[in-house]
């Protein structure tokens, strides 16, 4: 794959020969611009990071995780750009700087949760399981296609933000490099076989109907393919990866230390081994708060990790080209050890700590049970009319007014009608997901 491809300026709708009339902004810069303005990016102020929002301490939303994230990202891109530049003179004649492929990642940075849904990992097996288990949802199996069942039955964050960023419903229409760097898992939901070695086939990045935009992507882009169903990974979603690895590795830890699941000694000495020699425990006991200690050594940490996971990139950034290279960043470099017990510790403390496990058990009742009422009431009056009642009908029309109502019927597929449906639900927020759960299941009245 070639670098002057891979930093094609254009997006879905240009016109042959299109040239950007952008002076003061670069396309990339545009890219940010419109992500930071849309609704869906907005909606994840309220979306959990890992923990619900307590009322005596500040932790992660979706939201400030994802501005961090862009952050680490813009650092990390730029650094890269730098030694791209050097190695690839030719690159400054199509007018590429080390500013633009650090706003490419950093834009792909900050969209790389944009398609999760509420309760975050737990609102993705919720709506899995619903349409693998439960009645309402195995009752459209026999009208869609095997490769759309797929789909439906293994819910995938990382394709539902493809989706919305292709979309013309969302109308973010991102430059095709932007939209790469986003895409991990460069593959469909159903290939006839998984190479687990590589880390790009771990999950999926596109649904089914969006195959034909990615291929129009990956044809522009001049992204390569590891096998029929499969590409290669855009040589920047590593850094975008990479980005969302040391945030939440450090960022979790930080919030979990906030709340009091890990103590401040603790996380201190989980930190200590990524600074290396820029640690020294004698400031740690100047007239500080533990607090301001906490976010300094962060700070030292992210900084530490960002210059390891640059010199990784720049080692084996050829091999990502030839599509040889297939790791995360974060488990090859120098401190991967440490990050390594970060994460046991995490795992242990923070994301099995009851107030999550609530939190992603009331998680599953909601999302279930508002795809059980609008999925049922769908399928009443399209695909079993004579089961549709008065109650289906009052269901619908809590519909968005956008939402497809007409065209459907037994003899036809109903998979963009529950793509729709997946849309709605997975587009809103834990609050609102929850207070609607309530209303349409009799718990609460509005105005109660």
């Not at 301490?57 to 650094?79: C, D, W, Y």
């Not at 288990?133 to 964050?157: I, M, Y």
């Not at 007239?287 to 900084?303: F, K, M, S, V």
């Not at 050890?337 to 046991?344: G, H, R, V």
């Amino acid at each position: 794959m070639k670098w002057e491809h891979l930093l094609a300026r254009g997006r879905f709708g240009d016109t042959p020969g299109f040239i950007p009339t952008q002076v003061v902004r670069s396309e990339f810069e545009v890219d940010y611009d419109r992500i930071i303005f849309s609704a869906p990016f907005r909606n994840l102020q309220d979306k959990t990071q890992v923990f619900p929002l307590p009322e005596q301490a500040f932790v992660h939303t979706r939201l400030t995780h994802s501005l961090e994230v862009s952050s680490v990202g813009r650092s990390l891109g730029k650094s890269a750009g730098e030694f791209l530049l050097k190695k690839y003179p030719q690159l400054t004649t199509n007018g590429i700087t080390a500013f633009e492929i650090g706003a490419i990642v950093a834009a792909a940075s900050l969209t790389h949760d944009i398609g999760n849904p509420p309760f975050g990992h737990a609102g993705e097996e919720a709506i899995s399981d619903f349409f693998k288990f439960h009645s309402s949802g195995k009752c459209w199996e026999p009208h869609v296609r095997t490769e759309q069942l797929a789909d439906l039955c293994n819910f995938e964050g990382n394709a539902q933000g493809f989706r919305m960023l292709v979309s013309k419903k969302f109308g973010l229409k991102l430059t095709y490099a932007t939209l790469a760097a986003f895409t991990k898992y460069p593959r469909p939901s159903m290939i006839a076989q998984r190479d687990i070695a590589r880390r790009s086939q771990k999950k999926y990045g596109f649904f089914i109907n969006q195959l034909a935009d990615f291929e129009q992507m990956g044809t522009i882009l001049g992204m390569e393919k590891s096998s029929p169903e499969c590409w290669y990974r855009h040589p920047l979603a590593f850094l975008v990866e990479a980005a969302d690895d040391i945030c939440y590795s450090i960022i979790d830890l930080e919030d979990g230390c906030t709340l009091g699941l890990v103590s401040f000694e603790e996380t201190v000495k989980l930190l200590a081994p990524i600074l290396k020699d820029k640690f020294d425990p004698e400031k740690l006991k100047k007239p500080r708060t533990e607090a301001q200690n906490l976010g300094a050594l962060r700070a030292l940490a992210i900084g530490e990790l960002i210059r390891e996971c640059v010199e990784v990139f720049a080692q084996y950034e050829e091999s990502m080209c030839k599509g040889n290279f297939d790791k995360a960043l974060t488990d090859i470099i120098p401190s991967a050890k440490a990050l390594k017990a970060i994460a046991d510790l995490s795992v242990e403390k923070i994301y099995r700590s009851k107030v999550v496990l609530e939190k992603e058990a009331a998680g599953f009742q909601v999302l279930e049970g508002l795809l059980e009422v609008f999925s049922k009431a769908l399928y009443h009056q399209f695909y079993d009319p004579s089961k549709f009642s008065g109650q289906d009908r009052s269901i619908l029309r809590l519909l968005p007014e956008d939402f497809p109502l007409k065209g459907w019927g037994a003899e036809v597929n109903p998979y963009p009608l529950l793509r729709s449906l997946v849309d709605f639900i997975s587009g809103m927020t834990d609050k609102y997901a929850l207070n609607l759960y309530r209303r349409v299941k009799g718990i609460s009245f509005p105005g109660s």
